[in-house]
């Protein structure tokens, strides 16, 4: 099978995505430098962040309904020109004298509902230019391409912000998004296959999707319907529903290790430099699983996904008993290696089952299930950063990775990810038609 860069309709996808996601990374930190000059608080920087993480989430489940049922090249692109009014925004009222730290909070407010509404297609887009034989390299091309431009968007931002100042930097940002929005454009609109799985219940999801196309159909049959069918899917399925339980856990049990590097590296004898080599060690480890991932594809996903969770647990583990910063630091990048193993195959899995007529609100659906413990994970991290030793936190996160990883081996579990590669999960006509002639 071709490899996903052999798909002209997915490379120029990809492009358009990459400077969505520069736009957006810009934008972030020009807005936040911003806020901290202004009010001279560092707090103003977190609430800003905060902002920018929980309150898109609201959109985005009716943003995944939309995208179903219309065309989503068309979404994906008036969500990136709509992209432009912030930073837009953000440069005219500085320029003018009157923006303030209440309006920055608005605006990025209005920014993420806007971009989250119209996030659902464009992410559901990727997955339908591809055939299920490139799921697990898109994902992780997609994915690690995104990690190397956050990389080096930040600092770009703030060479940009301190060379030419915060408004240019806005201005720059709103015409990388208007380039974005023109690239996507000559993608071209994938035909929707109809998969086939006898344990997907597609029928309510028909059902819905039909009732909320009646020209005088309720808000509840335009959008709470279709969400319930594919909330009903989504946990209808074993093996999605094992998929979401496992990376609802990783998210949760990862989500504090972030929290506690800067305090661990001090533990160590380290200081800031500790910390950011901590932090290195995790992106290398990531990196490095994009790499290997992109490149090579394996025929099955259960010993990659088992081992992945294995290595995250064992790696974590080790961060109780080291003395070394250095061997954290490794310890640390064989976690975050594992990390994508799990994260990239299992996405793939996920992909692989959803039906195409579910594919914005599933990816949606998913997305706010997931992030949404992100936070409480963050607030256990506090209270456990106050009562307990760096060995004990680190053993209990290993324990719990290692006894979530046996899931995997659960009898129809095995079965379920097994059929679910030994089975088309659409016609190859349909496969052929939803990637284009040229792929």
Do not use: C
């Amino acid at each position: 099978m071709n490899h996903p860069l052999k798909n002209p309709n997915f490379r120029t996808y990809l492009v358009a995505r990459l400077f969505g996601a520069l736009g957006s990374y810009m934008m972030e930190v020009a807005l936040m430098w911003w806020a901290l000059e202004a009010t001279g608080r560092n707090d103003s920087v977190a609430w800003v962040a905060l902002t920018m993480s929980i309150v898109g989430m609201a959109a985005s489940p009716f943003g995944g309904v939309l995208a179903d049922r219309t065309h989503k090249v068309g979404l994906a692109s008036m969500g990136y020109a709509l992209g432009m009014l912030a930073p837009a925004t953000a440069a005219a009222l500085l320029l003018s004298g009157h923006l303030t730290f209440g309006l920055v909070v608005a605006i990025v407010a209005v920014d993420n509902l806007i971009s989250s509404f119209f996030a659902p297609a464009n992410h559901a887009l990727g997955p339908l230019l591809l055939t299920k034989e490139q799921y697990s390299q898109g994902t992780a091309m997609a994915q690690g391409m995104s990690k190397l431009l956050r990389m080096a968007s930040m600092p770009l931002g703030g060479m940009l912000v301190a060379v030419l100042g915060v408004a240019a930097t806005l201005l720059i940002t709103a015409s990388v998004y208007l380039i974005a929005a023109l690239i996507v454009r000559f993608v071209e609109e994938p035909r929707a296959a109809r998969v086939v799985s006898a344990s997907t219940p597609a029928s309510e999801g028909d059902a819905a999707g039909s009732a909320a196309e009646q020209p005088h159909a309720s808000l509840r049959q335009r959008w709470i319907d279709p969400l319930t069918a594919t909330a009903k899917m989504l946990f209808g399925v074993p093996l999605l529903a094992a998929a979401l339980f496992m990376v609802g856990l990783l998210n949760f049990i990862l989500s504090p290790i972030g929290v506690m590097m800067a305090p661990y590296a001090k533990s160590l004898g380290g200081g800031a430099e500790g910390y950011g080599l901590l932090l290195a060690g995790v992106t290398a480890g990531e990196l490095l699983g994009y790499a290997v991932f992109t490149t090579f594809r394996s025929p099955r996903s259960l010993p990659l996904i088992l081992g992945g969770s294995m290595m995250m647990g064992l790696s974590i583990g080790v961060l109780a008993w080291v003395t070394s910063l250095w061997l954290a630091v490794v310890a640390l990048a064989i976690s975050g290696f594992g990390a994508v193993a799990v994260g990239v195959h299992l996405d793939a899995l996920a992909i692989k089952l959803i039906p195409r007529e579910f594919m914005g609100r599933a990816l949606s659906m998913i997305g706010v299930l997931l992030n949404g413990l992100g936070p409480l994970g963050l607030v256990v991290a506090g209270f456990a950063l106050k009562t307990l030793s760096f060995p004990v936190i680190f053993n209990v996160i290993s324990g719990l990775l290692i006894v979530a990883s046996l899931l995997w081996l659960w009898p129809s579990i095995v079965r379920a990810i097994q059929d679910a590669e030994s089975e088309p999960a659409v016609t190859d006509d349909a496969a052929e038609a939803a990637v284009g002639e040229t792929a």
